[in-house]
């Protein structure tokens, strides 16, 4: 019987003992649960600053000016394959808005020429980007990267001690100057003036600037340093090896340098000035003529105002027009009134307006062509 109850109180005192370790066992994990807890609301693990967003991002934080954060993104829109980054702007954007709870904001890279507009709008945000809504729905990720990778050409030094093309240089390509040198010239039926018994033909625009001067087979005198017309092409390649048009397969050889266009031949040489700047009121008229698609207005502006052109084709009863400013780099070769005829070349000087209207459509890129070099085409075979 003793023995009996020695066992009883042993197995009693084992469970009491057990229920005790597995009550302090939870009394413990509670503590830790609890501790843990607080410690992850007093260190919160996301980043706690919109400098830490941006860092945790892998772009590169520059500043912040009240609602606009200045960055350098890692990614641009569209990647090499033009694959849309559109997940990675979106997760930045998510990480953003709790820092601008109902705020507008802005995202800008101005080494990307990207300007993210966040906007707050009926209890929800808005995402435009570089001024589009629906920004990866609207622009052609092939645009997009051919219109990012454009650049001049290489440019190849080559001296001229030419007269003449020294002075139209000095002149802005005044025909004023034209005269001094070379008296009046005699004009031809193909819009040419010829000088000096053929040796020297220029074309100009209705402005009075020279557009085109040729150096034909009577043409003695070196058009550029170690250059006559006569000058084999082969000869020319060894004295300036960086052409960026044709080739000797193509029977020619095309530069692009500081102030010129020189296409050389067999038989002659071409010349043409370089112009690359800003078309301020083109784009403005175009940006007019999308608005209202007036076309009559769009034309007459340009006739009014630019001007230089190297030809004007308009029929404003069918809507079709043919204009070409060869040395800005566009032309407008529209027909019923369609847009998407206005075609931007390799050579224009890009803004983020004409960026936009090619990237979603609007208009036509011509990015790996050059206006000049087609001009220069189609007067060779016209000739």
């Given at each position: 019987m003793k023995n009996n109850s020695l066992l009883k109180i042993i197995i009693l005192f084992f469970i009491i003992v057990f229920f005790?370790?597995?009550?302090?066992?939870?009394?413990?994990?509670?503590?830790?649960?609890?501790?843990?807890?607080?410690?992850?609301?007093?260190?919160?693990?996301?980043?706690?600053?919109?400098?830490?967003?941006?860092?945790?991002?892998?772009?590169?934080?520059?500043?912040?000016?009240?609602?606009?954060?200045?960055?350098?993104?890692?990614?641009?829109?569209?990647?090499?394959?033009?694959?849309?980054?559109?997940?990675y702007f979106n997760k930045l954007i998510d990480e953003l808005k709790r820092f601008y709870e109902k705020r507008d904001f802005y995202l800008i890279d101005n080494s990307k020429d990207i300007e993210i507009y966040v906007k707050y709008e009926d209890e929800s945000y808005v995402i435009i980007i570089n001024g589009i809504e629906d920004y990866f729905e609207k622009v052609d990720g092939k645009i997009y990267s051919d219109i990012n990778k454009i650049e001049l050409p290489q440019r190849q030094v080559i001296y001229t001690y030419n007269d003449?093309?020294?002075?139209?240089?000095?002149?802005?390509?005044?025909?004023?100057?034209?005269?001094?040198?070379?008296?009046?010239?005699?004009?031809?039926?193909?819009?040419?003036?010829?000088?000096?018994?053929?040796?020297?033909?220029?074309?100009?625009?209705?402005?009075?600037?020279?557009?085109?001067i040729i150096f034909t087979y009577k043409y003695d005198n070196e058009v550029v340093k170690g250059v006559k017309v006569k000058t084999d092409l082969r000869e020319i390649l060894n004295l300036y090896p960086n052409n960026v048009f044709g080739s000797l397969e193509n029977k020619y050889l095309g530069y692009y340098t500081d102030d010129f266009y020189y296409f050389f031949y067999d038989d002659e040489v071409s010349v043409y000035a370089?112009?690359?700047?800003?078309?301020?009121?083109?784009?403005?008229?175009?940006?007019?003529?999308?608005?209202?698609?007036?076309?009559?207005?769009?034309?007459?502006?340009?006739?009014?105002?630019?001007?230089?052109?190297?030809?004007?084709?308009?029929?404003?009863?069918?809507?079709?027009?043919?204009?070409?400013?060869?040395?800005?780099?566009?032309?407008?070769?529209?027909?019923?009134?369609?847009?998407?005829?206005?075609?931007?070349?390799?050579?224009?000087?890009?803004?983020?307006?004409?960026?936009?209207?090619?990237q979603i459509g609007l208009i036509t890129l011509k990015s790996k062509e050059n206006s000049v070099e087609k001009i220069e085409k189609e007067r060779r075979r016209n000739r």
């Open positions: 005790g370790l597995l009550c302090f066992s939870f009394f413990l994990l509670s503590n830790i649960k609890n501790e843990n807890s607080r410690k992850a609301i007093i260190n919160d693990e996301r980043p706690q600053s919109v400098e830490e967003v941006i860092i945790a991002s892998e772009s590169e934080y520059i500043k912040e000016d009240e609602n606009k954060i200045y960055v350098k993104f890692i990614n641009d829109l569209y990647d090499e394959k033009e694959n849309s980054n559109e997940m003449l093309l020294n002075g139209l240089v000095a002149g802005q390509m005044s025909i004023k100057y034209i005269s001094k040198i070379l008296g009046e010239g005699e004009e031809l039926e193909n819009g040419y003036i010829s000088y000096l018994d053929g040796a020297i033909l220029l074309k100009t625009t209705n402005t009075k600037t020279v557009r085109n370089i112009t690359y700047n800003e078309n301020s009121e083109f784009e403005e008229f175009l940006t007019k003529y999308l608005e209202d698609n007036d076309l009559d207005k769009f034309v007459n502006s340009i006739k009014s105002v630019i001007r230089n052109y190297d030809y004007l084709e308009y029929d404003s009863d069918i809507k079709k027009a043919h204009i070409m400013f060869s040395h800005k780099g566009y032309e407008i070769d529209i027909e019923e009134n369609n847009p998407k005829g206005i075609i931007l070349y390799g050579n224009y000087y890009f803004t983020n307006i004409t960026k936009d209207y090619a």
